[in-house]
């Protein structure tokens, strides 16, 4: 008897820990019998049908959610004409809230699994493979399953006990190159109505000491990602705080750890530590979702706002925090402009990820109850997507969905950070600045074209030449170099930079020259390329002359430029933990040695 666990993941990068949990807490006699295969949404679905055929599997359990429901759906009924006689096993939320109608709808599958599978799989594991058990399927709570012509269900399964659950992570192997996904606590306190973590308000806790061991674990291992996958991690400020102090006191310098967390109710000792940590060792995620009053008190939202956007500006007082913060276009009572509203004010806390989603209509979400009544248009298929609501048209949410795609190339990937700050200063709103960016990619069909990461420097240096930026038109092109070369390391000069003139480029050459040289020589700014020359130093730095301090927000607002061209050094071996931007050292222009001094 051969059981194959199989996930459908929605990147390589990503793991699925639901099958390695249910492999681990099956008997240990069992799990010699249970294979897994993991699969993405990229692969096709005739080499996921091959590559399961080939594990010759008697009984095969999927995990099923919104991303790969519908390749799933093209992939039951292929799996009996390859593998006749096999069992089909479904589970995951896509599945557990209308196990019924998936059954009907779905005949080559057996049986659904719902709600937390550990212990039902093992004793679906057990029936299916120890031949001495006598247990029955109807014996087997938290099932639904097909009996003949007959859908059954069996009585619902009792919560798990969360510190009984076996680590999954001791073999890294399966995981390497892959986020680790991490599970201290289940359930959530909150009853946000587009969520269905909101169904389960009984929140448990994994046993501290051993969450410390296994934390350690991954530390130990050096991983690069702990995501967290509990739905509010700081909803027992108690489990959160030995959890925070327990990662900065054994930090390693490298691993980094995600929370999704609600921001106000974080207390002044919480913040107080977290001012504290490693920059990158932590990342926040914070879901705002909205700021219209009216919209917070209809999807059951009890936030302070005030208290919220203080905290998030506490967190980023010190500059060591990556900050995620995510806003809900379709929410009932929210329409176009009070949805610029709540951009707007999300946009001002300069979070380093700024999210724009859109309503997914979950099964069994108090949403998806309250559709008919907000006039709630949605995709049948998953996502389950907002087409439209009551408050908001199609034509609005395809706006939207094209200032969606500004907001996540040019303010996510946190690359055109100055050149965006001067935007900001001659439009109406940030709001605006991506509106206009959205107009100007589609009047030059750039949405189809899909410009290259570079080449979206061009592409906004043009959009800025259509605003009253065209007046200081040698600033822009210096603030958008400084944006290009903190992140990339490129040699050939883009058109948006003109050629200096003959002369100065003769200066400029010279004075490079001779700085590496010295450099060579003393070490004194690039003490950590001991071991390379001048011409490899000049290759894996950039040195640019800028006649406007653009390194300084002020200098953005005054426009004023400087008395004299400076030097600016870029060093890729040193770069931001929160963006990733290069080390810069500003130097002044010395032409009796040549030398760069720290300006």
Sequence with gaps: MKILLTAVNAKYIHSNPAIYSLRAYADSQLQPAIEIAEYTINNRMEDILAGIYRHKPDVIAISCYIWNWKMIEELLPEIGKVLPGVSIWLG???????????LHKHKAVTGIMVGEGEETFRQLARFYCDTTQQTMLNEIAGIVYREKDVILRTEPRELTDLSSLPFLYYNMEPFENRIIYYESSRGCPYRCSYCLSSIDKRVRLRNMETVRKELQFFLDQRVRQVKFVDRTFNCNRTHAMEIWRFLMEHDNGITNFHFEIEADTLTEEQLSLLAKMRPGLAQMEIGVQTFHPETLKEIRRTTDMDKLCYVVNRLREGHNIHIHLDLIAGLPYEDYETFRESFNKVYVLRPEQLQLGFLKVLKGSYMFEKAAEYKLQYLDNP?????????????????????????????????????????????????????????????????????????????????????????????????????????????????????????????????????????????????????????????????????????????????????????????YRHRDPLTDDARTVVLEVVEETGRGEKA
């Design 92 to 102: 995951g939320p896509e599945v557990s809230y209308n196990a019924e109608e998936v």
């Design 383 to 571: 996502p389950y997507e907002v087409l439209s609501t009551a408050w908001l048209s199609y034509e609005d949410v395809l706006r939207l969905k094209e200032i969606e795609e500004m907001v996540e190339i040019y303010y996510n990937s946190n690359q055109f950070v100055r050149t965006l700050r001067l935007l900001e200063q001659v439009c109406f709103d940030a709001f605006s600045l991506y509106e206009g960016l959205a107009d100007f990619y589609r009047e030059k069909g750039l949405f189809v074209q899909t410009p290259s990461r570079t080449y979206r420097y061009q592409v906004l240096y043009d959009f800025c030449m259509t605003t009253e930026l065209s007046k200081w038109k040698e600033l822009v092109q210096e603030t958008l170099a400084y944006d290009l070369y903190l992140r990339e390391n490129v040699k050939n000069r883009p058109a948006f930079i003109p050629a200096a003139t003959v002369q100065a480029e003769a200066d400029f050459k010279r004075f490079s020259r001779r700085f590496y040289e010295q450099e060579e020589r003393e070490r004194e700014i690039l003490p950590d390329y001991a071991e390379y020359d001048s011409r490899q130093l000049a290759k894996m730095t950039h040195m640019e002359f800028l006649r406007y301090p653009v390194w300084e927000e002020a200098a953005l607002s005054d426009r004023k430029s400087l008395s004299a061209p400076v030097a600016v050094l870029f060093d």
